[in-house]
């Protein structure tokens, strides 16, 4: 078998398109598709879906992607192994994250320590981050609320509370300093997409308190939800940490339970031996006083 073609087939599983994998292969896009062409001629063989709009694997495909993870995994892990003795001077990092707030001081202490590390961040909402984190396209995720399981290494890395987002001229800017869910009716509320944590941790807080809110817009990021706001289309929900110094708007604190989200740094047990990997995880050790440093693996059940 080439496994050149091989690696070029990996590569277009992971990134869901030949271009992207050209990038991840620091090769030309046609000698991606050549690279895959060739070993599905080869073995008479349709490994890919294509289409205008994305490249999808056939069941087949899916099936020689399971192997060609694992098999790249442990060349990346044997180069790792032989590298051992010399400080990471280079290297690269594939990381997903849905919130930029809690990454982006990481990455600035990651890129001080070990400068040579190339980094390459998807920001994404929490389906996204953890789809590119299961699907073996990044090799760790910055996600929220992600349910412990065998295989899976976490760090926690803090909580963060819900609350409330208005335009800077709203009734309640100055008087009210905290606000329940209920005082919510009868306001114009804007939301995030479905797949978004703010959405589902907002609407699971409202279904414990048995508080049907619709919100009147739907959009599909937070820099949208704060320009909606400050241009005074309604009122909107966002994470504390996620306020903008923005004039045009403020924030008020939400009272009640379930408005909390917590944290953490995740990766697969086929990347946690990647020192890269490691390393990572000492920098975001460092920022959370008391947390471990190197990733340990959850018990079993």
């Not at 050549?34 to 890919?48: D, M, T």
């Amino acid at each position: 078998m080439n496994l050149f073609q091989l690696r070029a087939f990996d590569a277009v599983v992971r990134e869901g398109s030949f271009t992207r994998a050209a990038e991840r292969l620091c090769i030309s896009q046609p000698a991606v598709t050549g690279h895959v062409k060739a070993l599905e001629e080869h073995y008479q063989v349709r490994l890919l879906r294509r289409s205008a709009r994305q490249v999808e694997p056939t069941e087949l495909g899916r099936s020689l992607a399971a192997i060609s993870h694992q098999l790249f995994a442990l060349a990346e892990k044997a180069e790792d192994l032989l590298d051992t003795s010399q400080a990471l001077e280079a290297g690269r990092l594939d990381l997903a994250a849905d919130s930029p707030h809690l990454v982006m001081p990481l990455l600035a202490r990651m890129r001080e320590r070990y400068p040579g590390v190339a980094i390459n961040l998807r920001l994404g909402n929490t389906q996204e981050t953890l789809a590119a984190l299961n699907g073996e396209r990044v090799d760790l995720a910055l996600v929220s609320d992600i349910p412990p399981r065998t295989g899976l290494h976490l760090m926690p890395l803090g909580a963060t509370r819900l609350c409330l987002l208005l335009p800077a001229g709203h009734p309640w800017v100055g008087r009210r300093k905290a606000l329940a869910l209920n005082e919510l009716r009868g306001q114009v509320l804007l939301q995030r997409e479905p797949g978004s944590l703010t959405r589902r941790t907002f609407e699971r807080a409202c279904a414990a308190q048995e508080l049907e809110l619709r919100a009147a817009l739907e959009l599909n990021s937070r820099e949208a939800v704060i320009e909606a706001v400050a241009a005074g289309l309604g009122v909107s929900i966002l994470y504390a940490q996620e306020v903008p110094r923005d004039p045009r708007v403020a924030a008020l604190p939400l009272k009640g339970e379930g408005l909390e989200s917590r944290h953490f740094l995740a990766c697969l047990d086929s990347y946690a031996a990647l020192r890269v990997v490691k390393a990572f995880y000492e920098v975001a050790g460092d920022q959370v006083p008391g947390l471990p440093s190197p990733p340990a693996p959850l018990p079993e059940g």
